[in-house]
């Protein structure tokens, strides 16, 4: 089993700046890789971020490209994202996940067996 605490949500104006962590505890050796999604009110969870334990490669959905950036730190077992030049349309909660390999990419809710309890982040225009 994993277990993952998300924080840092809040209410931000656009154009602003957040930052999210996601505490990771359990068996996160089994994991391969963390993910963030987001679901915003009346739409499907959606691929946000994804980055690899082991070397640190990411890779981003094209609406957060150049505007988020997600990392690792390895001795804790935490993951960050940072979200600069947030935009109303980023408003949402948002959910880490670990994944324990499989065949599933790295971008579909189906690849992760681990979920946060998510974190509010709301963007006023």
């Known amino acids: 089993q994993v277990q993952l605490v998300e924080s840092g949500g809040g209410l931000v104006q656009a154009g602003g700046s957040l930052r999210l962590s996601c505490a990771a505890s359990g068996r996160v050796f089994s994991s391969s890789a963390m993910a963030w999604f987001r679901q915003a009110p009346g739409k499907e969870r959606e691929f946000v971020a994804v980055?690899?334990?082991?070397?640190?490669?990411?890779y981003y959905a094209d609406s957060v490209k150049r505007r988020f950036t997600i990392s690792r730190d390895n001795a804790k077992n935490t993951v960050y994202l940072q979200m600069n030049s947030l935009k109303p349309e980023d408003t949402g909660v948002y959910y880490c996940a670990a994944d324990q390999g499989g065949s599933y990419v790295y971008t579909v809710t189906a690849r992760y067996n681990y979920w946060g309890q998510g974190t509010q982040v709301t963007v006023s225009s």
């Open positions: 980055i690899r334990w082991s070397d640190g490669t990411t």
